[in-house]
């Protein structure tokens, strides 16, 4: 299965900076996604990174506030803008592998704004 | 639409004896079924996977599940719960189809405490 390298593992950031979460992935994948999980809770899929093209955000998430960038089939990054307290989450990417063995994820970016 | 429900929020076992995770999908086609399970501050690791063929799907860490399509089921199971089983799992259904968009939607998770 494929192996993800995101990055960083955690960070604190001041109000109203922005952070860029990267997702490195030891093969060539389908799909990519990135996700976030607010504290206790479940998760909830941000947007599919496409590659080459605008990736697709589901309701409730814009570009604006989670620019997302897919340069090739391996890599992709999601900024978290003009961040506030309420965007202390921890975030995830998932690739589904080229071999549709299901969904892997990466170990996730925990956040914290102050 | 896709959605798991998850009816236990918190459920706590002694060490030892046997456990079962209630999971209930609602899904318009094949449902591709998915076990995670989360420890404290850690990512997603994959338990077990369902996509076809024998319904009974064996898993990692001794963990198994059954889907019944007439229940629209996936509950999981353990015959004997070891201490480091003690984090939250969670229950998810996904589009391998090709037609669908490969989005896998979450159940809100079952913490598991395990008393020693």
């Known amino acids: 299965s494929a192996v993800i390298s995101q990055k960083p593992s955690r960070d604190i950031c001041q109000r109203g900076t922005s952070l860029t979460i990267q997702c490195q992935v030891d093969s060539q994948v389908t799909m990519m996604f990135w996700y976030r999980q607010q504290p206790g809770q479940s998760l909830t899929l941000i947007a599919t990174?496409?590659?080459?093209?605008?990736?697709?955000?589901e309701s409730g998430f814009v570009i604006d506030k989670f620019p997302i960038s897919r340069p090739n089939l391996t890599f992709s990054t999601l900024t978290v803008s003009n961040l506030s307290p309420e965007d202390s989450s921890i975030y995830l990417c998932?690739?589904?592998?080229?071999?549709?063995?299901?969904?892997?994820f990466g170990s996730g970016t925990r956040l914290t704004v102050v | 639409a896709q959605s798991v429900t998850q009816p236990d929020i918190h459920i706590t076992v002694s060490e030892g004896a046997s456990l079962e995770l209630r999971c209930n999908y609602s899904y318009g086609a094949t449902p591709y079924l998915f076990w995670y399970v989360q420890s404290p501050g850690q990512g997603l690791q994959l338990l077990l996977k369902y996509f076809s063929g024998d319904t009974l799907v064996q898993g990692i860490k001794g963990f198994e599940a059954e889907f019944k399509r007439s229940q629209s089921s996936f509950n999981l199971r353990k015959p004997s719960v070891h201490w480091s089983d003690a984090a939250e799992y969670f229950c998810?259904?996904?589009?391998?189809?090709?037609?669908?968009?490969?989005?896998?939607?979450f159940g809100k998770g079952t913490k598991l405490s395990v008393i020693p």
């Open positions: 990174a496409n590659q080459g093209s605008e990736a697709t955000y």
């Open positions: 998810a259904v996904g589009d391998f189809s090709g037609a669908g968009s490969y989005q896998l939607t």
């Open positions: 998932s690739v589904v592998p080229r071999s549709n063995s299901g969904y892997t």
